[in-house]
């Protein structure tokens, strides 16, 4: 089956950047579990297979829509499958850098900025010199800057406390669940912001 992507609106200046954002951020469709825990991300076209086979159900859309030779659909956004499916979270999750940073939201937990990837940092909550652990329950993820000031003590020392406490996950989302605001669609976020 072909599909044709048309505008939402007559203008060919807005369409052309409408196209162009639709490439690069709309394309992809958010893929809910049955009890709303985001599973993963899937193509337009896959999302509208799953949708005409009736093994989802849409709950957001996006303002776009397609034509095929006889129908015309708005395009999913966010879908949420008809039956649970066990997501591959059940093993132990592996302690390292990027898991950490997926834990927290890459999001400082002393300032709460959100700061890119290359200027995040690791934490030790109680410093390794006062015997503090490198594991779950004793490293966040901090900026330059609050690493830096809060140095070699405890946040307790150094008046700042963490937004939320180490844990060890049960679980952790995807790594392409771990988009920058501006490249995910306003819609996602409020099932991917129930991720931690």
Not at 19 to 47: C, D, G
Not at 64 to 80: G, I, N
Not at 122 to 133: A, I, Q, T, Y
Not at 142 to 171: E, F, I, S, V
Request: glycine share 6%.
């Amino acid at each position: 089956m072909t599909w044709l992507v048309i505008q939402p609106h007559n203008r060919r200046r807005e369409f052309n950047k409408e196209v162009a954002h639709f490439n690069q951020v709309m394309a992809r469709v958010l893929v809910l579990n049955a009890s709303y825990e985001p599973l993963t991300i899937v193509s337009w076209r896959k999302a509208l297979i799953l949708w005409l086979t009736n093994k989802v159900e849409v709950v957001e859309f996006h303002s776009m829509w397609v034509h095929s030779a006889y129908h015309r659909f708005q395009l999913p956004s966010v879908l949420k499958l008809n039956r649970y499916v066990k997501g591959q979270k059940d093993g132990p999750i592996r302690f390292c850098r990027e898991n950490v940073y997926l834990r927290d939201g890459h999001q400082c937990q002393y300032c709460g900025q959100r700061v890119p990837l290359s200027t995040l940092t690791l934490d030790h909550v109680v410093p390794v010199s006062h015997n503090g652990g490198h594991n779950w329950n004793n490293v966040v993820t901090a900026c330059r800057t609050c690493n830096n000031k809060k140095g070699n003590r405890t946040p307790d020392q150094a008046g700042m406390p963490l937004l939320t406490r180490p844990y060890k996950p049960r679980w952790l989302p995807q790594r392409e669940f771990a988009y920058h605001n501006e490249q995910m669609p306003i819609s996602w976020g409020p099932y991917l912001g129930a991720v931690r």
